[in-house]
């Protein structure tokens, strides 16, 4: 995110051109938590699938909402002591004029308010993956608000808010590594601590019920994320946008390439499931360090990102933790390895000045302070994440019970199922029954004493 986030009255004159630009890489995000849905639908069981998708497709209605009323005053209000953003004209958004502009760029307030509040949307929506199968839906509300209240909006204040600590520091973090992928990750491992195991974890098969609404996310994640990360720069007068979108496409890639010859290697076999998973840790890993590396370090980025990640998943069975679609594998991981590699591959052009190990004076300063804002934000939201489930938990529940988790979430929660097998016979009508053979004939003799047998 470019530096400025003030408003000033002495704002250059409004962009048509950018503020179109924003608008449509706006709805890009947005389309964004819909692919998640389809993404995390796919890969639970047929018995979960409505109950993953809508606690996705709910975050759009809770965050936006808050993000109204006070969630951008949170984020980009006026700062208090590096944690906090807070002004009156931002709540309700009722104090903004129609034509102001965000201080040193060409689009309206409005503009970027709605832009942030996609990111706000789709952070939440990540954490559920790692709940699936397991977790009452007005729980899942609830904690919703009070995550993005507690944890999203003061992250994203540390991160991309005027006098942020961390944006003071000089973390890069261009599109959300930190406030998005790490945050969303380390909630995730926070609240699975809290809530425990699926019924059947380790023993029960648990694969993806859909394989193609797995990769219709994907690819509807993969078109989105170009808005989400070139959106980042708030305008395309430059080149730095072109080169976010490049390195978007190209970490990716690389990313997905990687995670299969993983695959190859270590299963035998490419799957689609891994072509999925890792091209999402490419995005995941490019979105912070895109905007100040070279084509050829996103691609180191991205191979790097797909090794590790493809790596990570397989960690939850070592240790126990239940991370039922992969969010810590996947999110926190590309997120820690795309935030800490701008300290190895920022070089010095694009987004910022500073440069990594590998140029400039060789210097480790800038990996220092990745390291500071990845370490910060990991454990901040762990323990908040944490201490928010326990106290849901303790009040509401957090989890349904184990008959309606064996039985299915589906039907139980939201009294649908996402499937209807009725008709999988084929035929509409049922079969009229064979008549029964006379009783004198050879047939029925012989059936006779077939039962004889049977009863002796």
């Known amino acids: 995110m470019p530096p400025g986030i003030t408003i000033a009255a002495d704002a250059p004159e409004l962009s048509a051109a950018n503020t179109g630009f924003m608008l449509i890489c706006s709805a890009l995000v947005m389309l964004m938590t819909p692919g998640l849905a389809f993404f995390y639908g796919g890969m639970v069981r047929v018995k979960s699938t409505l109950n993953m998708l809508m606690m996705s497709f709910i975050s759009l209605g809770i965050v936006t909402v808050l993000w109204v009323l ?67 839906f007005t729980a899942w509300a609830l904690f919703v608000v009070l995550w993005a209240t507690v944890v999203y909006f003061p992250v ?49 098969p648990m694969r993806p019920h859909s394989l193609p609404l797995v990769m219709l996310g994907a690819a509807l994640l993969w078109f989105g994320w170009f808005g989400f990360n070139a959106g980042s720069w708030l305008g395309n007068d430059d080149g730095v946008g072109a080169l976010m979108f490049l390195n978007t496409q190209v970490a990716t890639a690389a990313a997905m390439l990687a995670w299969l010859l993983y695959e190859k290697i270590r299963h035998g076999a490419c799957t689609t499931l891994g072509a999925a998973s890792g091209a999402v840790a490419g995005l995941v890993a490019i979105t912070p360090s ?44 590309g997120g820690v390895v795309g935030s800490v590699l701008v300290g190895f591959f920022a070089t010095g052009g694009g987004q910022s000045d500073a440069t990594g190990l590998f140029y400039g004076d060789h210097s480790l300063t800038q990996l220092w302070k990745q390291l500071a804002g990845v370490g910060a934000v990991l454990a901040y939201s762990l323990i908040a994440s944490a201490v928010l489930a326990l106290l849901i938990d303790k009040t509401l529940g957090m989890r349904v019970s184990e008959d309606v988790e064996v039985a299915g979430i589906d039907q139980a929660e939201h009294a649908e199922t996402a499937y209807d097998f009725s008709g999988a016979g084929g035929g509409t009508a049922p079969r009229a029954a064979a008549p029964a053979p006379a009783a004198d004939t050879p047939q029925a003799q012989a059936q006779a004493q077939r039962n004889k047998k049977v009863d002796a």
């Open 290 to 333: 895109g905007g100040s590396c070279s084509p050829l370090g996103a691609i180191a980025i991205g191979a790097i990102a797909g090794l590790l990640c493809a790596m990570a998943v397989g960690l939850k069975f070592r240790f126990g933790y239940d991370d039922s679609l992969d969010v810590i594998g996947v999110h926190l991981v």
């Open 156 to 204: 994203a204040h540390w991160v991309w808010g005027a006098g942020g600590w961390a944006f003071e520091l000089g973390v890069i973090d261009f599109a959300g590594g930190t406030a998005v992928h790490i945050n969303a990750g380390a909630a995730a491992l926070g609240v699975i601590l809290v809530i425990g195991k699926r019924v059947g974890f380790k023993k029960d």
């Open 70 to 136: 006070y969630g951008f005053s949170v984020a980009f209000g006026t700062d208090h002591g590096g944690l906090l953003g807070w002004d009156g004209d931002h709540v309700g958004l009722s104090g903004l004029g129609v034509n102001q502009l965000w201080d040193g760029y060409t689009i309206p307030v409005y503009v970027f308010a709605v832009f942030q509040l996609m990111f706000a949307v789709i952070t939440p929506a990540l954490i559920s993956g790692a709940l699936a199968d397991r977790v009452k």
